[in-house]
């Protein structure tokens, strides 16, 4: 799960998702590769660190609504700073794909910092990717750096499995009115320009904030909202691509 830009709901987007395909049946495992700001352990609501097997070097990942998780922010004290160059970066993302005991997945999805920087190198050379999905909103900013990633997993040779629009609208709990905060159709238009799929738009909806404040996510707890309708969608089209 990718994004060009920060601030665009990519870390929710792929916890929802995440509890969305293992809604499903899937055996799914999230894998948070976002060293610097590691924050998928908050938003399913889990805070003890991993435990190592008996009998072996390997780690095994936290469990949480169905998933399957390891973070860095399992492994330092909440607050302390993950002050790193780029060796140690690729060194930890090493040890959370080969030293971690996933046992038997269907899917394993990494949530990646913003931008196309150490991580993203580290894994398309460690392993081979099924694919990357991009998330963005409708603003020009974040469309211009969807670009930039795109053109980095085409230079690695990763598919791109497809492309969300997130924060795509805002419905008015008093008067009812739709709005577009962030603009609107960008992301459906950056997909065909790029000559990618376009896999649908999520609307901007509290729910999802207050699912991933309270550590339970919008999926789950509000599953009636229209994100969690919306993800679903998603999900299943996500799920069609990929069997």
């Not at 792929?14 to 924050?39: E, H, K, S, W």
């Not at 060194?91 to 030293?99: C, D, G, T, Y």
Request: one cysteine or more; aromatic letters at 4%.
């Amino acid at each position: 799960m990718s994004s060009g830009k920060g601030g665009v709901g990519k870390s929710t987007m792929c916890v929802n998702l995440a509890v969305a395909l293992a809604g499903q049946g899937l055996r799914v495992g999230l894998m948070d590769t976002d060293i610097y700001g590691p924050n998928i352990p908050g938003m399913l609501g889990v805070s003890e660190r991993p435990q190592v097997v008996a009998g072996s070097q390997l780690i095994r990942p936290a469990e949480a609504h169905g998933l399957s998780l390891i973070s860095m922010g399992l492994l330092v004290e909440p607050g302390v700073p993950v002050i790193w160059r780029g060796p140690m970066l690729a060194k930890m993302v090493n040890q959370f794909l080969f030293s971690v005991e996933w046992g038997e997945l269907d899917i394993l999805l990494l949530d990646l910092p913003p931008g196309t920087g150490d991580v993203q190198l580290t894994l398309t050379q460690m392993a081979p990717l099924t694919g990357a999905l991009i998330v963005t909103t409708s603003s020009t900013l974040a469309l211009e750096d969807v670009g930039r990633g795109v053109q980095m997993f085409r230079q690695t040779e990763v598919p791109i499995l497809g492309l969300i629009e997130n924060m795509s609208t805002f419905l008015c709990d008093s008067c009812g009115t739709e709005s577009h905060p962030f603009g609107h159709g960008g992301g459906a238009a950056a997909a065909a320009s790029l000559d990618i799929p376009f896999l649908g738009e999520v609307p901007l909806d509290p729910a999802v904030r207050s699912g991933a404040d309270d550590g339970t996510p919008a999926f789950l707890s509000q599953p009636e909202s229209p994100a969690s309708q919306a993800i679903g969608a998603i999900s299943k089209s996500l799920l069609e691509r990929l069997i």
